[in-house]
Nanobody
């Protein structure tokens, strides 16, 4: 059974922090690199952070130095710590696997399944 459940979003002021969590089930997630994606209103979905099974990290320039991705392979969770949030970080955030062919940025590799996402709103 494939399942992705994201949580932890909310409303935060600029400069604030949030921690997102993703619980996943299904071997396709346990054996692959995982990533956090986001989609802002009127924009395409983009990959902003990723972590390999072995823990190698990758970030989009727009979040580098502010976001930290981590995973617990025993608990099948992937977290995203977001600090120094900006209004332009406002989006629905999703976790999913990262295909080797998927670069940082706009989604180019179509994935069959997505969770419901969690809304992050950065506003004063």
């Amino acid at each position: 059974q494939v399942q992705l459940v994201e949580s932890g979003g909310g409303l935060v002021q600029p400069g604030g922090s949030l921690r997102l969590s993703c619980a996943h089930s299904g071997s396709i997630f346990s054996i692959n690199a995982m990533g956090w994606y986001r989609q802002a209103p009127g924009k395409q979905r983009e990959l902003v952070a990723a972590i390999t099974l072995g823990g190698r990290l990758d970030y989009a320039d727009s979040v580098k130095g502010r976001f930290t991705i981590s995973r617990d392979n025993n608990k099948n969770t992937v977290d995203l710590q977001m600090n120094s949030l900006k209004p332009e970080d406002t989006a629905v955030y999703y976790c999913n696997r990262r295909s080797p062919a998927q670069p940082m940025g706009t989604v180019r590799v179509l994935l069959n399944y997505w969770g419901q996402g969690t809304q992050v709103t950065v506003s004063s």
